[in-house]
């Protein structure tokens, strides 16, 4: 295995253990208060790594700036909310819903129907109940619309991505922390009260950032480097199942059959669009050049 690869799956498993530690948090600061303290001392890694004062910030860049805080804030509180009612696997599973719409809108391939009828297939089984059930979703529904609400917004927050992709990196990812964590601070203080600024609460709030932000986004930016970005693309879709192993490891959140199917479906359904889009985005690339 390439250095880059193992870099991207340790990215994503410190992920899913810092969401697994920060869904243990709930039952103190409840998930808008562990929201608070991931994008608060995210944005402090977040400045320490880019030191953005060096950069100059225009108005223009702020109109790109504030709708990708707001995004921020939007996808992590959502599916904070949706973690504290559903598997963390699960969660992932429905919150992908959003990228995966935006991929398969955005490619042309004659295999995005097979794409969408295996992520609708993946969604089904997540959802719909047994025949001997009498309720009308398998799933909390709460937790299900938190988690599809996080989806739009990891959509948004992809197509605002996209707009501002000739803003420095530097600059758009650390006031789009800062804009995301001035939207929260407020409401997540009076939401978890004055148990936010226990000391021990702040450390753990330190780790979850730590495991969730700073060290997933330094082994991201040193994978990039390595890695092909179809081959990227392609591993990140791996997320919702390991998502699903650091919840039963962690959390022992154990998934029944249909589940497992159900995220296996998704999986692969993330995996085949972003395979589909990235090689279309290639040709279309070729064909200009000529």
Request: glycine fraction near 8%; proline fraction near 4%; include cysteine.
């Amino acid at each position: 295995m390439s250095l880059g690869a193992l870099a991207l799956i340790l990215s994503i498993i410190s992920l899913c253990v810092g969401t697994s530690f920060a869904k243990s948090l709930f039952d103190s600061l409840g998930p808008i208060g562990t929201t608070t303290l991931r994008l608060v001392f995210s944005t402090c890694f977040m400045w320490l790594f880019w030191r953005p004062w060096r950069l100059a910030l225009t108005r223009s860049d702020l109109a790109s700036v504030i709708p990708y805080g707001v995004c921020m804030v939007g996808m992590n509180s959502f599916f904070y909310l949706a973690i504290g009612k559903l598997p963390l696997g699960v969660a992932i599973d429905i919150q992908f819903s959003g990228p995966l719409t935006i991929a398969v809108l955005s490619s042309r391939s004659k295999y995005d129907f097979l794409w969408v009828l295996l992520a609708l297939s993946g969604l089904y089984l997540l959802l719909w109940p047994s025949a001997e059930s009498d309720e009308l979703f398998s799933l909390d529904l709460s937790g299900i619309v938190f988690a599809l609400i996080g989806g739009v917004f990891w959509a948004c927050y992809i197509l605002v991505g996209q707009r501002a992709r000739m803003i420095h990196p530097g600059l758009i990812t650390s006031y789009g922390f800062v804009t995301a964590s001035l939207i929260i601070l407020p409401i997540g203080i009076i939401a978890a009260g004055p148990v936010i600024f226990n000391p021990n609460i702040l450390l753990y709030g330190l780790g979850i950032a730590l495991l969730s932000s700073a060290i997933p986004f330094t082994l991201e930016i040193f994978s990039l480097r390595i890695l092909p970005l179809k081959t990227f693309s392609i591993m990140v879709s791996l997320e919702p199942a390991i998502g699903a192993l650091t919840g039963i490891i962690i959390l022992n959140e154990m998934l029944e059959a249909r589940e497992w199917i159900a995220v296996l479906l998704i999986v692969f359904a993330a995996i085949g669009t972003t395979a589909t889009t990235v090689q279309n985005s290639r040709r279309t690339k070729s064909k200009s050049q000529k």
